[in-house]
T-cell receptor, first 115, second 110 residues
Framework: NAGVMQNPRHLVRRRGQEARLRCSPM?????VYWYRQLPEEGLKFMVY????????ESGMPKERFSAEFPKEGPSILRIQQVVRGDSAAYFC?????????????FGPGTRLTVT | AQRVTQPEKLLSVFKGAPVELKCNYS??????LFWYVQYSRQRLQLLLR??SRESIKGFTADLNKGETSFHLKKPFAQEEDSAMYYC????????????FGSGTRLQVQP
């Protein structure tokens, strides 16, 4: 099992461009979480998804950010019209479908730099 | 609102010395508390959780509800313990999101 995969590992975008971050959960995991880490801060929850459903998006900024987890393929975190303040490390985690909610397995993260 | 505080950004100790990484939380219900660790160039991984009351790699953590603390302890630090440590909380509402502290970097010197 390769673990949670994220790509790209590093992404550079100019202000105003779009950023698409991908996350492939561990095999057998149907729950995906996205977290953002700003410099010198801890990880902050953004969104929790199951296949084809957004379960909890209470941590998502109201504008420019969206997430999906389609029936087939990876989960995508999309940031439109990026600004310098979006520069951060974005981590994806996955967990199995049983009620072991503490078993979140993390990916290596995508470091987004907005120039 | 729930909150996790790790007051130390950096903790530096010598090999063989005791280690205590502090974690305080604020939450009105009965939270689940965890410690995650990130070694250099590796991904974040779960170290231990309070409900299992286990010792992993010599580390233990006891939930103190009166002091709302979940400090991580090890009696004798090893150089391979050097890493970034994050305390995290999950609420008892069934909401799966984790609330993380800002992390403490542990440096164990030879």
């Amino acid at each position: 099992n390769a673990g949670v995969m994220q790509n790209p590992r590093h992404l550079v975008r100019r202000r105003g461009q779009e950023a698409r971050l991908r996350c492939s959960p561990m095999k057998g995991h149907s729950h995906v979480y996205w977290y953002r880490q700003l410099p010198e801060e801890g990880l902050k929850f953004m969104v929790y998804l199951q296949k084809e459903n957004i379960i909890d998006e209470s941590g998502m900024p109201k504008e420019r950010f969206s997430a999906e987890f389609p029936k087939e393929g990876p989960s995508i975190l999309r940031i439109q019209q990026v600004v310098r303040g979006d520069s951060a490390a974005y981590f994806c985690a996955s967990s199995p479908p049983v009620r072991s909610f503490y078993e979140q397995y993390f990916g290596p993260g995508t470091r987004l730099t907005v120039t | 609102a729930q909150r996790v505080t790790q007051p130390e950004k950096l903790l530096s100790v010598f090999k063989g010395a005791p280690v205590e990484l502090k974690c305080n939380y604020s939450y009105s219900g009965s939270p689940e508390l965890f410690w995650y660790v990130q070694y250099s160039r590796q991904r974040l991984q779960l170290l231990l959780r309070h409900i299992s009351r286990e010792s992993i790699k010599g580390f233990t953590a006891d939930l103190n509800k009166g002091e709302t603390s979940f400090h991580l302890k090890k009696p004798f630090a090893q150089e391979e313990d050097s890493a970034m440590y994050y305390c995290a909380l999950s609420s008892d509402t069934g909401r799966r999101a984790l609330t993380f502290g800002s992390g403490t970097r542990l440096q164990v010197q030879p």
